[in-house]
C-alpha cells in the first residue's frame, strides 16, 4: 500500500517562508506527475502546483511566483518551497499524483498557518 508522509508545516509570519517536503514510494515519484494540494477549513482541496516527469512545473495562479515544487529522486520526496507567505495560505497541504485518476491512499497532511 502506498503511503505518502507530508512534513514540514507550522506557524509562520506573513512574509516568511517555510518547506514542506513529501516522503513517497520511488517509483510514484520517478513515474508520475506529482503535486502539491491544500485545503482550507470550509473549503474544497485545491491543487497548488504540480511537476510533471519530465520536470515541467505549474502553479495556480494563487502562488505563483512565490512557491516552488521540485521532486528529489534521490531523496524520493516531493517539496514545496513556500516563500512571501499570506494568512490566505492557511490550509492542510497534502501531496499526491497529479492526475486524480491515479490518487493514492491521501496522508495526513501537514498544517500550514500563516499570521498576519
Known amino acids: 500500500q502506498v503511503r505518502l508522509v507530508e512534513s514540514g508545516g507550522g506557524l509562520a509570519q506573513a512574509g516568511g517562508s517555510l518547506t514542506l517536503s513529501c516522503a513517497a514510494p520511488r517509483h510514484m515519484i520517478l513515474g508520475n506527475d506529482m503535486a502539491w494540494y491544500r485545503q482550507a477549513p470550509g473549503k474544497e482541496r485545491e491543487l497548488v502546483a504540480y511537476?510533471?516527469?519530465?520536470?515541467?512545473?505549474h502553479y495556480s495562479d494563487s502562488v505563483k511566483g512565490r512557491f516552488a515544487i521540485s521532486k528529489d529522486g534521490v531523496k524520493n520526496t516531493v517539496d514545496l518551497q513556500m516563500n512571501s507567505l499570506k494568512p490566505e495560505d492557511t490550509a492542510v497541504y497534502y501531496c499526491n499524483a497529479a492526475d486524480r485518476r491515479l490518487w493514492t491512499n491521501w496522508g495526513q497532511g501537514t498544517q500550514v498557518t500563516v499570521s498576519s
Open positions: 511537476v510533471r516527469r519530465g520536470g515541467i512545473k
